[in-house]
């Protein structure tokens, strides 16, 4: 593909039967790990509609063919269910590498922050891929610097109950870097901040899905400790346009991607109330370990150079999701993953 010049963004690799995007863009053929998941299914549906080719890997861990179901029969999209632990072979342009059992009541299962990513980092390699791999803020641990940077480098237990996670992610980084200096792997790291929106799984135990899936069933908000600890909550749609910005653009990172609005959860509490039903009560529970006391990302590295900042405040995008969830547990159809 000589007509991509420096830039980067084409792949060296071209495939036959490749379909054209659009005016002045040849499609890409890309990967997305955990595709079914949430963040997962609106990315590929953004990549879908941009005009390129999208095959999703997903063992179903957590996500849902229904969070996709309205690709099938696309004969640019293509579903495999495939455990990233194990190898596999394709041929592609760029890798999202989402798969991931992200969220504190699964994480503990498997090691797919670690085998799943050098699978991805060692197919990255062999095609001449660019593989972008989604951190996350878990690997800043329990924060000592506030807001975070990206030059923060953290303060994580080894030992403790979040550690497959945070460890896990923190590994996940240190092979991407190793293929990026050693195999001249292109290479994109994001670490994503607490990010909420429809297709949530509702069984992960998050707060923000709990919190809106309790009101909804006319249940109280179960509220960890005494709700003091903050966090800074993302709309699903502002961390995908990140993620493609940084795909395309020609820094590595680590870029935090997050929305900056911090609340502690009692806010957060308020905030849900709000915007679904005033009479909604709160009941405390006591706190999971090494729950961190407060994280807001610092997204100057972002803005600069990826022109990328969120759009979409926790005010506006609480009531983007309340339908959806409204409608799945109406339904019934609410995806336990396991
Ligand atoms: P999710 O659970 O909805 O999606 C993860 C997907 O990965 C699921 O579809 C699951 O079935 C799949 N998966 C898990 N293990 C797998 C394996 N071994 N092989 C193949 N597929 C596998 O979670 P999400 O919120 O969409 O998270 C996506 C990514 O973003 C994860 O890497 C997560 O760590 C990261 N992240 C998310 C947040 C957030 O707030 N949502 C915050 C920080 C980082
Ligand atoms: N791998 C894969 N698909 C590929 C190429 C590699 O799943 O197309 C896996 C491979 O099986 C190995 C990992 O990625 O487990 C790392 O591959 P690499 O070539 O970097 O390492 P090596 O096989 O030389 O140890
Ligand atoms: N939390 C809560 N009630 C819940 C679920 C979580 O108060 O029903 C708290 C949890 O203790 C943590 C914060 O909300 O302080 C965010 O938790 P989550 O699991 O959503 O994300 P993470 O801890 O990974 O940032």
New binding site residues.
Partial sequence: DSSSGSSGFFSKRTFPGRVPAGIGRKSLRIVV?????????HLVDKLISRGDEVIV????????KE?LVHLFGNPRFELIR????EPILLEVDQIY???????PV??K??P??V??TLNMLGLAKRVGARFL??????VYGDPLEHPQKETYWGNVNPIGERSC?DEG?RTAETLTMDYHRGADVEVRI???????GP???LY?G?VVSNFVAQVIRKQPMTVYGDGKQTRSF?Y?SD?VDGLVALMEGEHVGPFNLGNPGEFTMLELAEVVKETIDSSATIEFKPNTADDPHKRKPDISKAKELLNWEPRISLREGLPLMVNDFRNRILNGDEGK?L
């Avoid at 790990?33 to 299914?41: I, N, R």
């Avoid at 890997?57 to 849902?64: E, L, P, V």
């Avoid at 994001?190 to 909420?196: S, V």
């Fill in positions: 790990t955990g595709g079914a998941g949430f963040v997962g299914s890997i997903d063992n179903f861990f957590t996500g849902r969070n495939h455990d990233v632990v590498h989402l798969a991931c059992p992200a969220s699964h994480y299962y498997n797919t922050n085998m799943g791999l989604t951190s996350t803020s878990e996670y992610k994001a670490r994503i901040f607490n990010t909420y297709r949530m799984c992960d998050r993302q699903v961390l993953g």
